[in-house]
């Protein structure tokens, strides 16, 4: 009788202990975040092109003087990872490709994973992200595709075709010719000088300092655009269901209504002389609200 109570609590610690056991068995360290670097060096080459595939993560990049490309990646968890997902972190490789001289290919690649589509590989690693940090010659050719995370660049010239299907894109003092997208997030253009088209699906535009022609399509996000007195081009704002706000306080403006928006010409701060430059404005909205500021207003 005396060693009932320790045969009833016998089960319970059993128990305990396997529960213990089983814990112990399907815990996972901490991952350790992984890194990346390379760096090409070419003589002589005129121009350097750039091609990024990344899922999710962040993209960094910016100018240097010096006659070649540095790459700096870095692959971390986000949370605790589950046994399969943590061996798909182990095996991760940083695959960087010569494709020719000045020409690199980037890209990471999880060896199991079924493809190599980026939705597949998405869905098989939802913890990971690879961050990536490019640093190019001023004139450069870069091109960018991302799932899910924001894109970041400052002082390149050239040709940037950037796209990121769920993040914001932050771009300042670029040259040449710009072409980015996405379908959530802002985008936003700080002293942008050359040709741009700008596509976004829901989310808002913010553009201030931009010379050149610009060219906006949205659907459902709002578009801010500040006009600069050096601004030299033709512009266009498109948007479906989004508001359009864009400030033409600092040029001479002809602003004509048309079916859905306005049409016109911006003349330069020196409408009298015959060398004022003279730029062609198009907005357009479907059911979205139109607010054009023309007039300088005085402080309060």
């Known amino acids: 009788m005396k060693i009932k109570p320790f045969l009833a609590l016998l089960p319970c610690a059993v128990f305990g202990l396997w529960s213990l056991g089983a814990r112990a068995e399907t815990s996972v360290p901490p991952a350790e975040p992984r890194f990346f670097e390379r760096l090409w060096q070419w003589d002589k080459q005129r121009f350097y092109q750039v ?5 999710r993560g962040r993209v960094v990049f910016r100018h240097w003087d010096q006659p070649g490309v540095l790459v700096q990646a870095s692959l971390r968890a986000t949370h605790a990872l589950g046994t399969e997902e943590l061996r798909l972190f182990q095996g991760a490789e940083f695959q960087a490709q010569e494709e020719s001289p000045g020409v690199v290919s980037l890209r990471a690649s999880f060896p199991g994973v079924s493809s190599n589509h980026p939705a597949v590989v998405a869905a098989a690693t939802p913890h ?12 450069s050719v870069l ?15 050239g040709r940037l075709d950037l796209r990121s299907r769920d993040g914001e894109i932050h771009l300042s003092e670029i040259a040449g ?16 000088a050359g040709d741009a088209e700008i596509r976004s699906l829901r989310g ?7 010379t050149g022609d610009l060219r906006v399509l949205s659907s459902h996000g709002d578009i801010f ?10 512009v266009s704002f498109t948007t479906v269901s989004g508001n359009i706000r864009t400030d033409l306080s600092t040029r001479n403006t002809d602003l004509q209504p ?14 009298a002389s015959e060398a004022s430059p003279t730029s062609r404005i198009r907005v357009d909205t479907l059911h979205g609200g139109l607010t054009v ?8």
Not at 128 to 139: I, K, Q, V
Not at 204 to 210: A, E, F, K, V
Not at 259 to 271: C, K, N, S, T, V
Request: contains cysteine; negative net charge; aromatic residues 4%.
């Open 225 to 234: 655009v500040s006009v600069s007195p050096r601004w030299v081009g033709e």
């Open 204 to 210: 808002r535009l913010l553009c201030s300092g931009q």
């Open 258 to 271: 048309g079916d859905r928006g306005y049409e016109g010409i911006m003349q330069g701060p020196l409408a």
């Open 177 to 192: 010719w710009l072409e980015a997208s996405n379908e959530r997030g802002d985008i936003t253009l700080t002293r942008v």
């Open 143 to 157: 091109t960018v595709r991302q799932e899910v995370g924001g894109i970041v660049g400052h002082g390149v010239s």
């Open 51 to 55: 091609q990024l595939e990344n899922v």
């Open 128 to 139: 990971l992200e690879m961050d990536w940090r490019l640093t190019l010659p001023a004139s």
């Open 293 to 300: 500021a023309t007039e300088k207003h005085a402080p309060e």
